[in-house]
């Protein structure tokens, strides 16, 4: 049996190649196989598969990456994540890639997708728009045509097919895999002790690079061995970390945070692996069930609207009960439109529930711990004194 | 002879060229930008005609004092220092005389004659102490009259109160109020007479130079009574909203740089300036018409003032990082060039054990990418590079710039002239001879 | 939706008379706080939504009162106001980094609410997120959802990433109109839905909006009688605002069209806070919102040195009519989702790079000014490449300078100036060549 430091040291290495080396080897392994690059925060990678293709999850540079081209496209007042990831297309890192996805998320996104149109212009790229309407015969007929016109501008494109059968097919695949994710965190939330959150983040982050069949073998693997495996326990409290669904913390915020006395429960990182909740039934129309599980079992971010008042933020709420959080962190990259809109209301839904919480901004760049450190202990102290009195 | 000035005022000093007919720069002249940019102007003017004067006795001595042959370089430097003190002594008299008005005021009741008694001693011994400082060998930190004489004054103004049992704080105070003062005022026209004193000086205790009197006498003479007429003045600088010259006389400073650049390296296309307040990429084509130009945006990160920042809080002097930095090994990844958190920052650094010249490094590779980012911007590097601000005297700075230049537009020439500094003003000052012509 | 207030005595008399579209326009936007601060006593609902995919035609069929909140902030800037009230909402726990005309309306509402009138604003009845073009909009709503605990109504507009609208994004937003937003604000308002009404109001949309773009169009004459951008502001308000579809917009641009043609006949140029410009030197096309806290000291940067803006897209921001649109009585729910679809925000970056490389030939302007704004990604994430393309593809050089929508903290009039100036210099050099280094 593996152990885990093995399976995580192999997830570091894909973390920290900017090449892409991995996919890289996968479309050379086979001629005809293609690559689809897509944003945060969500695409239907089922589709993809179901086209034989690689989707490849691009969440900027990280910290490790120096921008040189990207800022010549930005302003200061714009987060890092475009800038980084411009910087990958043009220093040739994406060069193997053959589509783009940019989900709806934010306009500085929305807007990459007609950049991208102009910057490479032999790359297929799609905005991939979802509905804001969650009604199934208007916000679930658009978003099931969308779908449609995403496999079709794939198959033109790319030279694939992409038929009902293998959908489905895919959506097992992925159901599978979805599943691992939520055991993966449901584990850490059980014996956060044994599954560090940079651990854990660096197993799921694997996911956006590997097939996902071997990504699903990378999970069952990994929480065999975990499970066998002894760490200390230590004083931490438990916290519920938010506002990092796109743009990514550098790993050190990751580890930071657990250093400094806050085990991590639960997060929004990533959100793409666990975006759809529960199994997507595999009878019937595929695209369908994409969007059913869409409109009526996904999700809530700030990206997406949320049509009833009453249920705002109570995502948070439950997932704080969930895994039995003391507290939440607001960690949201600077100048992030959805994130820092969202965090007010966030903020006082959480207020009326007595539930505790700490904010501050980092950048996926970010160098400076020290401040993030302070701040995440200090919460925790404060949280230990507040439960003992 | 008819002369071409070209003013840049820029936030911390303010330049001055002086064409000649011919388009040869024949004087340069450099000040403090202070508060007022109108003294600043005609001091920096003043410098650039004493210089004139220096290229005008040289071409004079060249031709009239042949013997000269050899160490004219020597005897101009002697010259020039003598010219130096004479107006260091000049400047010392008026602030003399402007502390002495200066006391006045409750504070001082009763201890008027005390303080004026200390204040004369001070300026004696700083008179004394003038030959030294323009001595042959002497270094100094600075040209400008507040440096050398603030610094003197202070040290000794201390010593001597504490000798005659007064408080420090009266000669801080009257000198705090002269100084500025003193600095606004222009020095006195009398340009010629401190030339001839520093001559005769010269002539009397150098015998080495073995040269007649007389005839040098004669050519320096000559060169002092050309007339130089200012046929037009172009005024230019990051003050432009407030400069002290008329709208036909002003040109945007990022068109004279771009044509000083082109002045000084004909095939120059592409110009980097990085200055105090902003970093500024230009494109300009063969005949130094600019065709494109980007600035840093609002938020100033990675301009020469963050080293400043730096500086500071590494308590070291600004001219002290490039070599900090080039004895480098391992550079430090720095990812932040926000000048806010520059210190924070560092400070994180240097706690988690990084060297200081690595993390010095990291810091001037950081300013680099910012300014590779402007150059993107403005279109890139297709030919001749020109580098110019202050930080282009820093050699970390240079070092990182080469690197990243070729790496990403090839091996194309990079200019650095040492007197890049005045590319403003001589781009300005071709605009006035352009005026004309 | 704003107004000149230059004095009258520093105005040529003979100008008097010309401005009867500024001082109709100014009695209208007067009627409209109003009607707005009186709502409440006078019975009559209120309905918030956006300046993009604002419904103004599909609101008046239910007798709302129309409030738009980024108007608001707009008048808040010219007034001063928005500092203090960006300030307030940060202390209020909004962050630095995001729209300034979020805070604004937020720190405003924590300070009384007041309208320009003095009176206080109504609660509205409804909040129509008409969300077009502009993800700030989705999180603004649900903001002010949560203060007015009041019906919102999202519509949803896609974005036309590819560049085109398509027959299912109309579909959606037909739908959306019709199964969501129309029973809604019947609800809310208690008047059933007439769509004669609407096909009514929207027959005067279209008769506004062809006086509308011939005062656009004015400038491709030279001198051009308009300033595109700074006076085109003033131009756009009726028609961007709470007066699409009446009978006052139709007076207000039939009088406005006149004006226009009389100073085309005359030969004379865009009228300035100071009077007539003076001799146009410069054309130019601008990009991006303007900053209103410091909107008189960016335009005079502008006429003092003889630039006029010829064309410009924030001009589109609430409707593209330039390229053929109008508001169509026959197509009543398609025309309103494609008046949506079509809006500037909501078109792609190639899109746009179209439009300005478009303007730029057409008005034959000396190059693009790009004004990016730190509050609005919409506009400014992606300008630095739409300045390079179309600089690129029309050969005409471009300036890039920034500021903010209502932030005073934002606006920097050395740093602009220094840009402006040196933009300028060198078009004049460029114009001339070699010798015109001399000039």
């Given at each position: 049996m593996k152990n885990s430091k093995d399976i995580i040291d192999r997830c570091q290495q894909l973390y920290e190649d900017l090449d892409f080396t991995a996919a890289r080897e996968w479309k050379a392994a086979e001629p005809g196989r293609k690559v689809i690059g897509y944003m945060p925060i969500y695409v239907p990678r089922e589709?993809?598969?179901?086209?034989?293709?690689?989707?490849?999850g691009i969440v900027g540079g990280g910290d490790q990456l120096e921008v040189i081209h990207g800022d010549a496209y930005y302003q200061s007042y714009i987060c890092r994540i475009p800038r980084s990831t411009i910087e990958l297309g043009v220093s040739g890192r994406l060069d193997f890639v053959d589509g783009m996805l940019f989900p709806s998320i934010c306009d500085v996104i929305r807007n990459l997708s007609g950049m991208w149109k102009l910057m490479f212009p032999d790359v297929y790229s799609r905005y991939f728009d979802v509905p804001q309407n969650y009604a199934d015969d208007i916000g679930g007929n658009y978003y099931k045509a969308e779908l449609k016109e995403l496999c079709e501008g794939l198959e033109d494109h790319?030279?694939?097919?992409?038929?009902?059968?293998?959908?489905?097919?895919?959506?097992?695949?992925?159901?599978e895999n979805r599943r691992l994710v939520r055991e993966v965190y449901e584990f850490r939330a059980l014996e956060p002790w044994k599954a560090p959150a940079s651990d854990v983040y660096l197993l799921i982050r694997a996911g956006l690079v590997l097939p996902v069949e071997e990504h699903s073998q990378m999970m069952q693997d990994w929480l065999a061995a975990v499970r066998h495996e002894d760490r200390p326990m230590r004083d931490n409290c438990r916290v519920v970390v938010t506002?990092?669904?796109?743009?990514?913390?550098?790993l050190n915020l990751i580890k930071s945070i657990e250093l400094s006395g806050c085990y991590i429960v639960d997060d929004d990182l990533l959100l793409v692996t666990r975006w759809l909740l529960g199994d997507v039934p595999i009878d019937g129309d595929p695209l369908g069930n994409l969007a059913d599980a869409f409109l009526h079992h996904s999700e809530s971010t700030a990206a997406k609207y949320e049509p009833d008042l009453k249920e705002k933020?109570?995502?948070?709420?439950?997932?704080?009960?969930?895994?039995?959080?003391?507290?939440?962190?607001?960690?949201?990259?600077?100048f992030c439109d959805p994130a820092l809109l969202d965090r007010p209301m966030l903020q006082h839904v959480l207020a009326d529930k007595n539930i505790p919480y700490i904010a501050f901004k980092y950048a996926e760049n970010s160098g400076q711990m020290q401040p993030i450190r302070e701040q995440a202990g200090t919460f925790a102290d404060s949280i230990k004194l507040w439960s003992e009195a | 002879m008819k002369t071409f000035i070209g003013i840049d005022l820029g936030s911390t000093t303010t330049k001055a060229v002086l064409l000649d007919d011919n388009a040869d720069v024949i004087g340069r002249g450099i000040t403090n930008s202070r508060s007022n940019y109108d003294t600043a102007t005609r001091v920096a003017k003043l410098e650039a005609i004493i210089d004139a004067r220096l290229t005008l006795c040289r071409r004079a001595l060249k031709d009239d004092v042949p013997e000269l042959a050899g160490r004219l370089d020597d005897f101009l430097t002697r010259l020039e220092l003598g010219f130096r003190r004479e107006q260091f002594l000049e400047q010392l008299r008026d602030l003399e005389q402007t502390c002495i008005d200066h006391i006045d005021g409750d504070r001082f009741a009763g201890q008027e004659s005390a303080v004026t008694d200390v204040l004369e001693a001070v300026f004696s011994k700083l008179r004394d102490e003038a030959a030294e400082i323009y001595g042959p060998n002497a270094e100094r930190r600075s040209d400008f009259f507040r440096d050398i004489a603030g610094s003197r004054y202070l040290a000794v103004a201390e010593d001597l109160?504490?000798?005659?049992?007064?408080?420090?704080?009266?000669l801080l105070n009257v000198y705090d109020k002269s100084i500025i003062e003193v600095e606004n005022r222009p020095p006195s026209e009398d340009m010629s007479g401190k030339f001839l004193r520093s001559l005769e000086e010269l002539v009397n205790e150098a015998p080495e130079f073995g040269v007649d009197a007389a005839t040098v006498e004669r050519a320096v003479k000559s060169a002092l009574g050309v007339d130089l007429e200012e046929a037009y003045l172009v005024g230019t600088g990051y003050g432009r909203v407030t400069l002290p010259f008329s709208k036909e006389h002003i040109r945007s400073e990022i068109l004279c740089h771009g044509l000083g650049a082109h002045m000084m390296y004909p095939d120059t296309r592409t110009v980097l300036d990085i200055g105090g307040q902003d970093t500024k990429g230009i494109q300009v084509d063969p005949e130094g018409i600019v065709e494109n130009f980007q600035m840093n945006d609002r938020c100033a990160a990675g301009c020469g003032r963050y080293l400043g920042y730096i500086a500071d809080e590494m308590k070291m002097g600004l001219h002290e990082l490039g070599p900090m930095a080039m004895k480098s090994t391992r550079s430090v990844r720095i990812n932040s060039t926000c000048t806010v958190f520059a210190g924070a920052e560092l400070r994180d650094r240097l706690a988690l054990g990084e060297k200081r010249e690595d993390i010095l490094a990291g810091l001037h590779r950081a300013i680099i990418l910012r300014a590779m980012s402007i150059i993107s911007r403005s279109g890139g590097i297709s030919d001749q590079f020109t580098f110019t601000g202050g930080v282009a005297k820093n050699e970390a700075a240079v070092r990182e710039l080469r690197k990243l230049v070729v790496e990403n537009y090839g091996d194309v020439t990079i200019n650095i002239n040492p007197e890049s500094i005045y590319t403003g003003a001589l781009g300005a000052a071709t605009f006035a001879r352009r005026a004309v012509n | 939706m704003t107004e000149i207030t230059t004095s009258r005595a520093e105005r040529p008399a003979k100008d008097a008379v010309k401005d009867e579209s500024m001082l109709k326009q100014k009695a209208m936007m007067a009627g409209h706080y109003d009607r707005l601060t009186s709502a409440t006593e006078r019975g009559e609902k209120v309905c918030a939504t956006f300046v993009p995919g604002n419904l103004n035609e599909l609101i008046m069929c239910f007798d709302f009162a129309n409030n738009l909140p980024e108007v608001n902030a707009i008048q808040n800037g010219l007034r001063k106001k928005s500092g203090r009230y960006v300030m307030e909402s940060e202390k209020l726990g909004h962050s630095e980094d995001v729209c300034t005309y979020v805070k604004s309306d937020i720190g405003m509402m924590a300070m009384g609410n007041l309208a320009p009138n003095g009176k206080p604003l109504p609660s509205p009845d409804v909040l129509l997120l008409s969300y077009t073009g502009c993800f700030t909009f989705m999180k603004w709503f649900e903001l002010l959802r949560e203060q007015y605990q009041c019906e919102t109504i999202m519509l949803h507009t896609p974005y036309e990433g590819d560049g085109w609208v398509t027959e299912n994004m109309r579909n959606y937003m037909v739908k959306q109109l019709k199964e969501e937003v129309i029973p809604k604000l019947e609800r809310v308002s208690g008047v059933k839905f007439d769509i004669d009404r609407l096909r009514e109001n929207l027959k005067r949309s279209a008769v506004a909006e062809d006086d509308l773009v011939y005062v656009l169009q004015s400038a491709k004459n030279k001198p051009s009688p308009i300033d595109a951008y700074f006076g085109g502001i003033y131009y756009i308000g009726p028609i961007f605002g709470a007066f699409r579809g009446t009978d006052d917009a139709i007076?207000?641009?039939?009088?406005?069209?006149?004006?226009?043609?009389?100073?085309?006949?005359?030969?004379r140029g865009p009228v300035t806070p100071e009077g007539d410009m003076g001799e146009e030197k410069y054309r130019l096309v601008t990009e991006g919102p303007p900053n209103y806290t410091s909107f008189r000291d960016f335009w005079k940067m502008f006429y003092d040195e003889g630039a006029v803006v010829v064309a410009s897209s924030y001009t589109k921001v609430g409707g593209v009519y330039d390229f053929g649109f109008r508001h169509?009585?026959?197509r009543p729910l398609e025309s309103l989702a494609e008046y949506c679809l079509g809006v500037y925000t909501n078109r792609s970056l190639p899109q746009r790079v179209d439009m300005l490389v478009d303007y730029v030939n057409e008005y034959e302007a000396d190059g693009l000014l790009i004004n990016s704004i730190k509050s609005c990604n919409s506009f400014s994430a992606g300008q630095l490449l739409i300045m390079r393309e179309v600089e690129k593809r029309t050969g005409k050089p471009a300036a890039f300078v920034e500021s903010d929508l209502v932030d005073p903290r934002y606006f920097s009039a050395a740093n602009i100036k220094n840009r402006m100036e040196s933009y300028f210099q060198m078009v004049d050099q460029k114009r001339a060549g070699v010798k015109g280094a001399a000039a």
């Open positions: 589709i993809l598969h179901a086209g034989g293709m690689l989707p490849l790319c030279g694939v097919k992409i038929t009902d059968e293998a959908l489905r097919r895919s959506i097992a695949i992925y159901n506002g990092l669904f796109c743009e990514q913390p550098p933020g109570q995502h948070l709420v439950r997932s704080v009960e969930k895994y039995g959080a003391e507290g939440v962190i607001f960690a949201s990259p600077s | 109160a504490k000798q005659a049992g007064l408080s420090y704080d009266l | 007076d207000y641009y039939r009088t406005l069209r006149a004006e226009v043609q009389d100073r085309l006949d005359n030969g169509d009585p026959e």
